[in-house]
Antibody, heavy 122, light 112 residues
């Protein structure tokens, strides 16, 4: 059974930092792209960042470039998101998801974690 | 900054059919990238409902169906049930950035 379990969320002051983690099990983690997706209160889903199997390719939504860093440790079956210079608008539930590509035109998320809440407030 | 547009809400009585549209552009859906759909209940993990425009993962009822044409896609729910009340999102890829994934604005389905 595929499981993705996020951790590391919490209350942080504006300008602060957090490191989110996602523990994966039930599939060969090292063979898959992975993504972080977030949902701010009252808003829709927003893709944040993803990376390829060995972490050599990383992509970010414009609003987090330079502040967020996605990474992975295939030996530990873990995905990470380092979030710095936090702003109130970064308040959201952050989900990790397996980012599946089954063709050059087909990219989607087939498994998701339950999410971890990040609240940015003074 | 969603680049895929959905109606904010749709509603229907139990047993009825509802459809949700998803409108993109020439850099995503219109460029030939597939559209996928997710069901999201508050406090839970989003669930993949339709992948590759029309395909249902194992366990998804055949009441849910998807289609795509040009720069748009649609999700149809037939035989609406109370348990279908949720938020629904379309998703695709955008050619503006290699790794870019884009979501729709989301649609709240209400069962009357």
């Amino acid at each position: 059974e595929v499981q993705l379990v996020e951790s590391g969320g919490g209350l942080v002051q504006p300008g602060g930092s957090l490191r989110l983690s996602c523990a994966a099990s039930g599939f060969t983690f090292s063979r898959n792209w992975m993504s972080w997706v977030r949902q701010a209160p009252g808003k829709g889903l927003e893709w944040v960042a993803n990376l390829n199997q060995d972490g050599s390719e990383k992509y970010y939504v414009d609003s987090v470039k330079g502040r967020f860093t996605i990474s992975r440790d295939n030996a530990k079956n873990s995905l990470y998101l380092q979030i710095n210079s936090l702003r109130a608008e970064d308040t959201a539930v952050y989900y990790c998801a397996r980012d599946l590509s089954s063709s050059s035109a087909r990219f989607y998320f087939d498994y998701w974690g339950q999410g971890t809440l990040v609240t940015v407030s003074s | 900054q969603s680049v895929l547009t959905q109606p904010p809400s749709v509603s229907g009585a139990p047993g009825q059919r509802v459809t949700i549209s998803c409108t993109g552009s020439s850099s995503n859906i219109g460029a030939g990238y597939d559209v996928h759909w997710y069901q999201h209940l508050p406090g839970t993990a989003p669930k993949l409902l339709i992948y590759g425009n029309t395909n249902r993962p194992s366990g998804v009822p055949d009441r849910f169906s998807g289609s795509k044409s040009g720069t748009s896609a649609s999700l149809a729910i037939t035989g609406l049930q109370a348990e279908d009340e949720a938020d629904y999102y379309c998703q695709s890829h955008d050619s503006s950035l290699r790794g870019s994934r884009v979501f729709g604005t989301g649609t709240k389905v209400t069962v009357l």
